[in-house]
Antibody, heavy 116, light 110 residues
């Protein structure tokens, strides 16, 4: 059964770059999109973007200028970089395996707080 | 791109049925049968409960069902149980190869 485990810095200052990594256990990167989704405290889910095993990416237009999602097939990992963060980027960030139909499973979530 | 529209909250008594709506446009829900639904308990990651509008993953109770008409998808939970109290989110693939989520609906079991 595929499991996703994510990690990264939990406290950032404004203007810094958020970096998170998600490792895929028990399955291949092939045939799926690998997604990042976030959830501000007490609010709903927002799709950030995704990458497939060929390196093709799709991004949320509202975040596209600041987002980079990358893949490391040798480590079965994918990563999220979000530049120039502000307090509005404070959220729980989730990684997930996705297809056109569904997102499943999800990582455990990482709370990232942006504060000076 | 705007989020899909869901009611902020719904409630029902144990044993009753409730329906949560999710409204989009012809560029997302209306254009594809790729609507999915997620259940999220407090402090937990979302869990997939419906995909392809009405398909339940293995292990999900048959009390959960999904449907779609035009630009609106719906999730129905029958025989409400206390454990169903959670937040529910719809999602759809879009014409621009992106994904949208609804704003979420808080289900209270009275």
């Amino acid at each position: 059964q595929v499991q996703l485990q994510q990690w990264g810095a939990g406290l950032l200052k404004p203007s810094e770059t958020l970096s998170l990594t998600c490792t895929v256990y028990g399955g291949s990167l092939n045939g799926y999109y690998w997604s990042w989704i976030r959830q501000p405290p007490g609010k709903g889910l927002e799709w950030i973007g995704e990458i497939n095993h060929t390196g093709r990416t799709n991004y949320n237009p509202s975040l596209k200028s600041r987002v980079t999602i990358s893949l490391d097939t040798s480590k079965n990992q994918f990563s999220l970089n979000l530049s120039s963060v502000t307090a509005a980027d404070t959220a729980i960030y989730y990684c997930a395996r996705a297809t056109i139909k569904r997102a499943d499973p999800w990582g455990q979530g990482t709370l990232v707080t942006v504060s000076s | 791109q705007s989020a899909l529209t869901q009611p902020a909250s719904v409630s029902g008594s144990p044993g009753q049925s409730i329906t949560i709506s999710c409204t989009g446009t012809s560029s997302d829900i209306g254009g594809y049968d790729y609507v999915s639904w997620y259940q999220q308990h407090p402090g937990k990651a979302p869990k997939l409960i419906i995909y392809d509008v009405s398909t339940r993953p293995s292990g999900v109770s048959d009390r959960f069902s999904g449907s779609k008409s035009g630009n609106t998808a719906s999730l129905t939970i029958s025989g409400l149980q206390a454990e169903d109290e959670a937040d529910y989110y719809c999602s759809s693939y879009t014409r621009t190869n992106t994904r949208l989520f609804g704003g979420g609906t808080k289900l209270t079991v009275l």
